[in-house]
T-cell receptor, first 116, second 112 residues
């Protein structure tokens, strides 16, 4: 099992540019989560999908952020336009169940985003 | 909103000493999960507690879930340098599906 795959692993961009982060969940998993981790705010849930459908996007900071899951094996998190305060590590995680409370989440290695 | 508070934020111990981190919620939890994140790494699942008063052990790690299902603790006996990292609790609230609310984490450093 390859685990959750994220790309790129590191991204450095300039303020105002569009950034797209990518995630491939573990095959067969039905739920996918996007998190952001910073020193100040810790690990925050941005959005999660169940069977490719967004279930809860209450953590998405503002309209500059958008996420899609066009199929069961791929998701993107887009920031447009990016700002320096978006600098963080972005994790994607997947879990096997139908978004039930006892699911274990499996995290990807993360994308370290730096916006200059 | 629903929050999970975790203390302490940092803990520095001498190798061989014990370590404990605590999580609290103002609202009853459906279950609580614990994750460990090594420096530069990603969170990795350790264990899940579901039942009131539940206690689980993994070698030198002991996890407890409070009777009211509002608090939890992780205790490490005789820490080793391999225990270094940040330990997170993550609470699941009723009717929230698979959504986890993570505590701020406790960063453990172990001096050999």
């Amino acid at each position: 099992d390859a685990g959750v795959i994220q790309s790129p692993r590191h991204e450095v961009t300039e303020m105002g540019q569009e950034v797209t982060l990518r995630c491939k969940p573990i095959s067969g998993h039905n739920s996918l989560f996007w998190y952001r981790q910073t020193m100040m705010r810790g690990l925050e849930l941005l959005i999660y999908f169940n069977n490719n459908v967004p279930i809860d996007d209450s953590g998405m900071p503002e309209d500059r952020f958008s996420a899609k899951m066009p199929n069961a094996s791929f998701s993107t998190l887009k920031i447009q336009p990016s700002e320096p305060r978006d600098s963080a590590v972005y994790f994607c995680a997947s879990s096997p169940g139908q978004g039930i409370s006892t699911d274990t989440q499996y995290f990807g290695p993360g994308t370290r985003l730096t916006v200059l | 909103g629903q929050q999970v508070m975790q203390i302490p934020q940092y803990q520095h111990v001498q190798e061989g000493e014990d370590f404990t981190t605590y999580c609290n919620s103002s609202t009853t939890l459906s279950n609580i999960q614990w994750y460990k994140q090594r420096p530069g790494g990603h969170p990795v699942f350790l264990i899940q507690l579901v039942k009131s008063g539940e206690v689980k052990k993994q070698k030198r790690l002991t996890f407890q879930f409070g009777e009211a299902k509002k608090n939890s603790s992780l205790h490490i006996t005789a820490t080793q340098t391999t225990d270094v990292g940040t330990y997170f609790c993550a609470g699941n609230f009723y009717n929230q599906g698979g959504k986890l609310i993570f505590g701020q984490g406790t960063e453990l450093s172990v001096k050999p």
